[in-house]
């Protein structure tokens, strides 16, 4: 097994055995492993030519496309920290992250983005002409280089979570975190250099980063790089071979009733081989429904930014009931702290092995906080683990709902109401009462041509939900606020529905 230290190692002995085949699709081009390598290293001269040197940082304002790949390895040959951000961020979320990684240079996709360019155009950045495009450029001071660390103790990458408010948490993710995450990801998909893998999941989140882009480099097999999530461009990538699906429930939910509307009831694909799932609970009608759809198992996993994605994943047969999240990976340790939850078996998710980040940049006290002196990372996650080993998360500690008493885990709720033909996906969330206890909402997203009405769902969740976990109120939108990933934001539904929710 050959031992890397840095990403862009992954690139070169991908490219070794298989030169001219494609690493890479993005749009109508189909980029060869060679020239993914020699594009990688004239974009590490472009970026040295700007300044930038080992433990500097590159702030990529961007949406997928091969430059931003070919950047994040570019960072690595030079020993150059990667930030990538999302490009749909607002100006004042980019400001506060630009003002605490303090990058040396900040480029910006704006052959692909609109986003990207209106920020770019903000901040009067230049054109920078590149073989992966023309983008844009706005150098900066920079804050001091990091010292070098040993072999690959190196930080590669810092991914800025989604957070509620205060100051952005920066994850150092290292170059042995992201080649842990590529072999686990490689191998629990058994990903083989034929393989053709649709890459919707942003490069800016970690999913992408380490499951997808990461992974596809190590397997030498063809990432197919989407700019954004369609329903349309997957269905399309499916029928011309895509093999290798990662996905959140959402894309597959938005994926099923594109296909219902233009009359397909079941995907049809001869080539797709694995479809996974992941930044959610899989509710088992949801799930037999997707499967029926793949005419394939949908394999669960479970992960986050600061677990550079893996801690958990499935290998199920077609048909397999299993809703858990699946055993830990190799190498993987996973324990419950039981203190923390208010049920007998069930507890905080803690994990510990190479996969945890090294730290929150510069924020020493949130890294203590979030990691126990004998290394295991407090997830915030409540979980319950199986007779076979299985994880099993019934929700977020911070959203877990105390209604008279009683825990209510929204994921529950949302299944139930998942589970209605016309519900496209669900959000659940509490609103404090008076006296201490909280409220059940429901935010349900419907699907065309469907037409439901609130009472209708409400008498659908009477029959799976026991009083208490019923919500008081179901309320119809159009959409639920998401990240570019599609996962929904759970924060943000009271404020974004403020609206409705105080005429209800």
């Known amino acids: 097994m050959t031992e890397f230290t840095r990403v862009h190692e992954m690139i070169a002995a991908s490219a070794a055995p298989r030169p001219r085949a494609v690493a890479v699709i993005d749009g109508t081009a189909r980029i060869s492993w060679k020239t993914y390598a020699r594009l990688t290293e004239e974009m590490a001269a472009v970026l040295s030519g700007l300044g930038v040197g080992p433990g500097d940082r590159v702030m990529i304002v961007a949406e997928n496309c091969l430059a931003v790949a070919v950047t994040i390895f570019a960072a690595s040959r030079l020993d150059a920290w990667a930030v990538p951000v999302n490009a749909r961020m607002s100006s004042a979320e980019l400001s506060r992250i630009e003002d605490h990684a303090e990058p040396k240079v900040i480029l910006f996709t704006s052959h692909v983005s609109k986003d990207a360019a209106a920020h770019a155009g903000a901040l009067k950045a230049e054109k920078l002409h590149t073989d992966v495009g023309d983008l844009h450029v706005a150098a900066r001071r920079g804050g001091a280089p990091e010292p070098l660390e040993p072999g690959a103790e190196q930080v590669a990458v810092i991914l800025y979570t989604t957070g509620t408010t205060g100051a952005p948490k920066g994850v150092m993710l290292t170059h042995g975190n992201l080649i842990f995450a590529a072999r686990a990801s490689r191998d629990l998909r058994r990903l083989m250099p034929e393989d053709h893998v649709y890459g919707a999941l942003p490069l800016t989140h970690v999913f992408g980063l380490a499951s997808m882009l990461m992974a596809s480099a190590l397997a030498g097999c063809t990432v197919e790089l989407a700019t954004r999530f369609s329903a349309e461009a997957l269905y399309d990538a499916l029928k011309r071979g895509a093999t290798v699906v990662p996905a959140v429930p959402q894309m597959h ?228 606020p998401a990240a570019a990933t599609g996962k929904i934001l759970k924060h943000k539904i009271l404020d974004t529905f403020a609206e409705m929710v105080a005429e209800g």
């Open 253 to 480: 939910a938005v994926l099923m009733a594109y296909a219902a509307e233009h009359g397909h009831e079941t995907l049809g694909s001869e080539r797709l081989r694995y479809v996974s799932s992941g930044a959610a609970p899989l509710d088992p009608a949801w799930k037999r429904k997707a499967e029926a759809f793949y005419g394939l198992p949908l394999q669960n996993g479970y992960g986050m930014t600061e677990t550079t994605a893996g801690v958990s994943g499935t290998q199920n047969v077609l048909g397999d009931p299993d809703t858990s999240v699946g055993p830990p990976l190799p190498g993987v340790e996973v324990r419950l702290d039981e203190s923390v939850g208010n049920e007998p078996g069930v507890g905080e998710v803690q994990t510990r092995g190479p996969h945890i980040m090294k730290g929150y940049y510069k924020n020493p006290t949130a890294t203590e906080a979030a990691i126990t002196e004998d290394g295991f990372m407090r997830t915030g996650d409540l979980g319950k683990i199986d007779g076979e080993g299985r994880l099993h998360i019934v929700g977020r500690s911070k959203e877990l709902i105390i209604r008279g008493g009683f825990n209510v885990y929204p994921p529950e709720v949302e299944a139930a109401l998942n589970d209605h033909p016309a519900v496209v996906q669900s959000a659940v969330v509490g609103k404090k009462l008076d006296g201490g206890s909280e409220d059940v909402l429901a935010f349900c997203q419907i699907t065309k041509p469907y037409a439901v009405a609130e009472e209708e769902l409400k008498s659908f969740v009477k029959e799976r939900l026991t009083g208490y976990k019923r919500p008081s109120r179901i309320f119809i939108v159009e959409a639920l």
